[in-house]
């Protein structure tokens, strides 16, 4: 099933399905990485991805102002280390399904009322 599929069965909110679904399933977890070909366009391709690993490189490398450089060179170990990899840091996390939802739910009840507020105003 669909992380969809689970929540129209479950009476879930997708959001909270797929958080769960992150910390627990492998396949799930190797499946995010596909993406239909209609929306790959929104990511970079592989010559894409090269020229801004080598730009950030070389910044990490040539930039005058240290902070910079610093930032840059510290981006570059997280990112060979999969620091950056938001799948790798969601899996060791636990979670609680029904918590999320809850918390999901209270979180649009709150902008319901808030958006009800500003339309009265």
């Known amino acids: 099933m669909s992380p969809q599929q689970i929540a129209d069965d479950q009476d879930l909110d997708p959001a909270a399905v797929k958080a769960t ?3 627990c399933s492998s396949k799930y977890r190797k499946d995010c990485g596909v ?3 209609e929306e790959d366009e929104l990511n970079f391709n592989r010559e894409e991805q090269l020229q801004i690993k080598r730009a ?3 910044m990490a490398l040539t930039a005058e102002d240290e902070h910079v450089r610093s930032k840059m060179l510290t981006y570059c170990r997280d990112d060979a280390k999969g620091r950056k990899d938001v799948v790798r840091q969601i899996a060791g996390n636990t979670f609680n399904i029904l918590q999320i939802n809850e918390g999901i739910k209270r979180a649009r009840q709150m902008a319901d009322g808030l958006k009800q507020r500003l339309i009265e105003v």
């Open 21 to 23: 679904l992150m910390q």
């Open 35 to 37: 993406e239909a070909a």
């Open 56 to 58: 950030i490189f070389e």
